[in-house]
Protein backbone atom coordinates (compact mmCIF):
# COMPACT_ATOMS: atom_id res chain seq x y z
CA UNK A 1 0.00 0.00 0.00
CA UNK A 2 1.20 3.54 -0.94
CA UNK A 3 2.01 6.52 0.78
CA UNK A 4 -0.36 8.18 -0.99
CA UNK A 5 -4.06 6.62 0.08
CA UNK A 6 -3.96 7.38 3.54
CA UNK A 7 -3.38 10.57 5.64
CA UNK A 8 -1.15 9.70 7.92
CA UNK A 9 -2.95 11.57 11.01
CA UNK A 10 -0.60 11.14 13.52
CA UNK A 11 2.90 12.74 11.70
CA UNK A 12 3.01 15.90 13.42
CA UNK A 13 2.09 14.89 16.74
CA UNK A 14 5.57 15.83 17.44
CA UNK A 15 4.64 19.58 17.16
CA UNK A 16 2.46 19.84 20.36
CA UNK A 17 3.74 20.46 23.54
CA UNK A 18 2.97 18.25 26.88
CA UNK A 19 -1.22 18.24 28.02
CA UNK A 20 0.68 20.03 31.31
CA UNK A 21 2.57 22.90 29.81
CA UNK A 22 0.16 24.86 27.94
CA UNK A 23 -3.72 24.90 26.65
CA UNK A 24 -4.19 23.11 23.65
CA UNK A 25 -4.94 25.26 20.14
CA UNK A 26 -7.73 24.14 17.92
CA UNK A 27 -5.66 22.70 15.49
CA UNK A 28 -3.41 20.37 17.47
CA UNK A 29 -6.20 19.37 19.51
CA UNK A 30 -8.51 17.75 16.59
CA UNK A 31 -4.90 16.29 15.33
CA UNK A 32 -4.41 14.47 19.14
CA UNK A 33 -7.76 13.32 19.34
CA UNK A 34 -7.69 11.49 15.97
CA UNK A 35 -5.03 9.29 16.83
CA UNK A 36 -6.51 9.25 20.31
CA UNK A 37 -9.95 8.14 18.77
CA UNK A 38 -8.06 5.75 17.01
CA UNK A 39 -6.64 3.97 20.17
CA UNK A 40 -10.34 4.48 21.70
CA UNK A 41 -11.62 1.01 21.12
CA UNK A 42 -10.87 -2.27 22.72
CA UNK A 43 -10.26 -4.08 19.25
CA UNK A 44 -7.57 -2.05 18.15
CA UNK A 45 -5.61 -1.75 21.44
CA UNK A 46 -5.63 -5.66 21.19
CA UNK A 47 -4.49 -5.14 17.59
CA UNK A 48 -1.79 -2.59 18.28
CA UNK A 49 -0.57 -4.31 21.54
CA UNK A 50 0.08 -7.49 19.57
CA UNK A 51 1.69 -5.28 16.89
CA UNK A 52 4.36 -3.47 19.09
CA UNK A 53 5.45 -6.35 21.23
CA UNK A 54 6.25 -8.46 18.33
CA UNK A 55 9.89 -8.49 19.18
CA UNK A 56 11.62 -7.11 16.15
CA UNK A 57 9.41 -7.76 13.63
CA UNK A 58 5.90 -7.91 11.85
CA UNK A 59 2.74 -9.63 12.18
CA UNK A 60 0.76 -11.12 9.68
CA UNK A 61 -2.74 -10.23 9.48
CA UNK A 62 -3.21 -14.61 9.41
CA UNK A 63 -1.84 -14.46 12.70
CA UNK A 64 -4.02 -11.52 14.50
CA UNK A 65 -7.85 -12.43 12.83
CA UNK A 66 -8.02 -15.82 15.40
CA UNK A 67 -7.64 -14.15 18.47
CA UNK A 68 -10.47 -12.24 17.83
CA UNK A 69 -14.76 -13.22 17.46
CA UNK A 70 -14.96 -10.98 14.37
CA UNK A 71 -14.38 -11.46 10.11
CA UNK A 72 -11.25 -10.60 8.60
CA UNK A 73 -12.45 -7.46 6.91
CA UNK A 74 -13.80 -5.95 10.11
CA UNK A 75 -10.28 -6.43 11.55
CA UNK A 76 -9.27 -5.02 8.80
CA UNK A 77 -10.87 -2.18 9.05
CA UNK A 78 -9.52 -1.72 12.36
CA UNK A 79 -6.11 -2.45 11.15
CA UNK A 80 -6.43 0.49 8.50
CA UNK A 81 -7.52 3.22 11.25
CA UNK A 82 -4.60 2.48 13.19
CA UNK A 83 -2.64 3.49 9.92
CA UNK A 84 -4.45 6.27 9.47
CA UNK A 85 -3.65 7.35 12.65
CA UNK A 86 0.04 7.00 12.12
CA UNK A 87 0.49 3.68 14.61
CA UNK A 88 1.25 0.66 12.65
CA UNK A 89 2.40 0.63 8.93
CA UNK A 90 1.92 -2.57 6.80
CA UNK A 91 3.21 -4.12 3.26
CA UNK A 92 0.98 -6.65 1.16
CA UNK A 93 3.72 -9.51 0.66
CA UNK A 94 1.78 -12.37 -1.60
CA UNK A 95 -1.99 -13.62 -0.22
CA UNK A 96 -1.37 -11.47 3.15
CA UNK A 97 -0.40 -8.16 4.51
CA UNK A 98 2.26 -7.67 7.77
CA UNK A 99 2.23 -5.08 10.24
CA UNK A 100 4.65 -3.28 12.21
CA UNK A 101 4.23 -0.72 14.88
CA UNK A 102 5.83 3.09 14.56
CA UNK A 103 7.27 3.96 18.05
CA UNK A 104 7.97 7.14 17.01
CA UNK A 105 4.15 8.29 17.44
CA UNK A 106 3.58 6.12 20.44
CA UNK A 107 6.37 8.06 22.22
CA UNK A 108 5.56 10.92 21.12
CA UNK A 109 1.66 10.74 22.61
CA UNK A 110 3.50 9.56 25.77
CA UNK A 111 5.21 12.70 26.19
CA UNK A 112 1.90 14.72 25.27
CA UNK A 113 0.67 13.20 28.25
CA UNK A 114 3.13 13.05 30.36
CA UNK A 115 3.22 15.49 33.16
CA UNK A 116 6.64 14.51 34.50
CA UNK A 117 8.86 16.41 32.93
CA UNK A 118 6.77 20.00 33.03
CA UNK A 119 6.73 18.89 36.62
CA UNK A 120 10.70 18.70 36.63
CA UNK A 121 10.59 22.28 34.69
CA UNK A 122 8.41 23.86 36.98
CA UNK A 123 10.67 22.40 39.81
CA UNK A 124 14.11 23.39 38.25
CA UNK A 125 12.13 27.12 37.15
CA UNK A 126 11.53 27.16 41.13
CA UNK A 127 14.60 26.13 42.44
CA UNK B 1 -20.04 15.82 43.13
CA UNK B 2 -19.63 12.21 45.08
CA UNK B 3 -17.27 9.34 44.03
CA UNK B 4 -20.75 7.38 43.90
CA UNK B 5 -22.41 9.09 41.23
CA UNK B 6 -19.53 8.12 38.41
CA UNK B 7 -18.00 4.86 37.53
CA UNK B 8 -13.97 6.10 37.55
CA UNK B 9 -12.48 4.28 34.62
CA UNK B 10 -9.18 5.17 34.35
CA UNK B 11 -8.17 3.88 38.06
CA UNK B 12 -7.18 0.66 36.99
CA UNK B 13 -5.13 1.91 34.66
CA UNK B 14 -1.57 1.11 36.61
CA UNK B 15 -2.06 -2.66 36.13
CA UNK B 16 -1.59 -2.71 32.36
CA UNK B 17 1.88 -3.80 30.88
CA UNK B 18 2.86 -1.37 28.30
CA UNK B 19 1.72 -1.51 24.97
CA UNK B 20 4.96 -2.77 23.87
CA UNK B 21 5.28 -5.21 26.27
CA UNK B 22 2.65 -7.86 25.52
CA UNK B 23 -0.81 -8.30 24.07
CA UNK B 24 -3.48 -6.92 25.90
CA UNK B 25 -6.22 -9.04 27.51
CA UNK B 26 -10.17 -8.37 26.81
CA UNK B 27 -10.78 -6.81 30.10
CA UNK B 28 -7.44 -4.01 30.22
CA UNK B 29 -8.17 -2.91 26.52
CA UNK B 30 -12.00 -2.17 27.31
CA UNK B 31 -10.81 -0.25 30.66
CA UNK B 32 -8.03 1.49 28.27
CA UNK B 33 -9.90 1.98 25.58
CA UNK B 34 -12.60 3.82 27.61
CA UNK B 35 -9.99 6.42 29.00
CA UNK B 36 -8.31 6.82 25.58
CA UNK B 37 -11.75 7.47 23.97
CA UNK B 38 -12.38 10.51 26.50
CA UNK B 39 -9.11 12.15 25.29
CA UNK B 40 -10.56 11.34 21.88
CA UNK B 41 -12.12 14.66 20.96
CA UNK B 42 -11.06 17.58 20.27
CA UNK B 43 -12.97 20.06 22.59
CA UNK B 44 -12.06 17.59 25.57
CA UNK B 45 -8.42 17.45 24.54
CA UNK B 46 -8.79 21.65 24.90
CA UNK B 47 -10.35 21.12 27.98
CA UNK B 48 -8.23 18.60 29.46
CA UNK B 49 -5.02 20.95 28.71
CA UNK B 50 -6.65 24.01 30.19
CA UNK B 51 -7.20 22.36 33.26
CA UNK B 52 -3.80 20.65 33.32
CA UNK B 53 -1.22 23.33 32.81
CA UNK B 54 -3.03 25.19 35.35
CA UNK B 55 -0.02 25.82 37.97
CA UNK B 56 -0.88 24.02 41.30
CA UNK B 57 -4.86 25.13 41.10
CA UNK B 58 -7.91 24.30 39.93
CA UNK B 59 -10.12 25.65 37.04
CA UNK B 60 -13.73 27.20 37.13
CA UNK B 61 -16.09 26.01 34.73
CA UNK B 62 -16.74 29.41 34.40
CA UNK B 63 -13.32 30.31 32.76
CA UNK B 64 -13.31 27.57 30.20
CA UNK B 65 -16.99 27.92 29.08
CA UNK B 66 -15.56 31.55 26.60
CA UNK B 67 -13.41 29.65 24.85
CA UNK B 68 -15.64 27.46 22.98
CA UNK B 69 -18.30 28.50 21.01
CA UNK B 70 -20.51 25.71 23.07
CA UNK B 71 -23.20 25.84 25.70
CA UNK B 72 -22.15 24.83 29.07
CA UNK B 73 -24.50 22.14 29.33
CA UNK B 74 -21.93 20.56 26.31
CA UNK B 75 -19.14 21.94 27.97
CA UNK B 76 -20.07 20.14 31.77
CA UNK B 77 -20.95 16.72 29.29
CA UNK B 78 -17.82 16.87 28.14
CA UNK B 79 -15.64 17.62 31.46
CA UNK B 80 -18.08 14.95 33.00
CA UNK B 81 -16.73 12.26 30.58
CA UNK B 82 -12.97 13.54 31.81
CA UNK B 83 -14.09 12.66 35.31
CA UNK B 84 -15.69 9.23 34.62
CA UNK B 85 -11.84 8.74 32.52
CA UNK B 86 -10.06 9.51 36.01
CA UNK B 87 -8.21 12.23 33.97
CA UNK B 88 -9.70 14.84 36.35
CA UNK B 89 -11.77 15.69 39.55
CA UNK B 90 -13.97 18.54 40.65
CA UNK B 91 -16.07 20.50 43.78
CA UNK B 92 -18.52 22.80 43.70
CA UNK B 93 -18.58 25.89 45.32
CA UNK B 94 -21.11 27.93 45.03
CA UNK B 95 -22.16 28.61 41.71
CA UNK B 96 -19.94 26.99 40.16
CA UNK B 97 -17.54 24.08 39.86
CA UNK B 98 -13.73 23.93 40.08
CA UNK B 99 -11.72 21.24 38.42
CA UNK B 100 -8.39 20.17 38.49
CA UNK B 101 -5.96 17.08 36.99
CA UNK B 102 -5.43 13.82 38.19
CA UNK B 103 -1.55 13.52 36.67
CA UNK B 104 -1.42 9.68 38.19
CA UNK B 105 -4.29 8.31 35.33
CA UNK B 106 -1.88 10.94 32.70
CA UNK B 107 1.38 9.45 33.80
CA UNK B 108 -0.17 5.86 33.70
CA UNK B 109 -1.40 6.50 30.40
CA UNK B 110 2.42 7.49 29.28
CA UNK B 111 3.96 5.14 30.83
CA UNK B 112 1.45 2.50 28.90
CA UNK B 113 2.23 4.19 25.40
CA UNK B 114 5.94 4.61 25.73
CA UNK B 115 8.40 2.41 24.23
CA UNK B 116 11.43 3.64 25.78
CA UNK B 117 11.01 1.42 28.70
CA UNK B 118 11.09 -1.56 26.69
CA UNK B 119 13.45 -1.12 24.14
CA UNK B 120 15.85 -0.18 26.93
CA UNK B 121 14.46 -3.62 28.74
CA UNK B 122 15.35 -5.63 25.84
CA UNK B 123 18.79 -3.99 25.56
CA UNK B 124 19.28 -5.14 29.05
CA UNK B 125 18.56 -8.68 28.33
CA UNK B 126 20.11 -8.68 25.22
CA UNK B 127 23.48 -6.95 26.27
Redesign the interface.
Known amino acids: MSKQELEVIGQDAACCPE??????D?RR??E???V???????????L???I??R?GGEVCVCEMTP?FDLSQPTISHHLKLLRQAGLVDCERRGTWVYYW?L?DV??Q????????Q??AA?VGATA
Open positions: VSAAPLEAALAKFKALGDPVRLRLSMASRAAPLDLAAFLSTRTAT
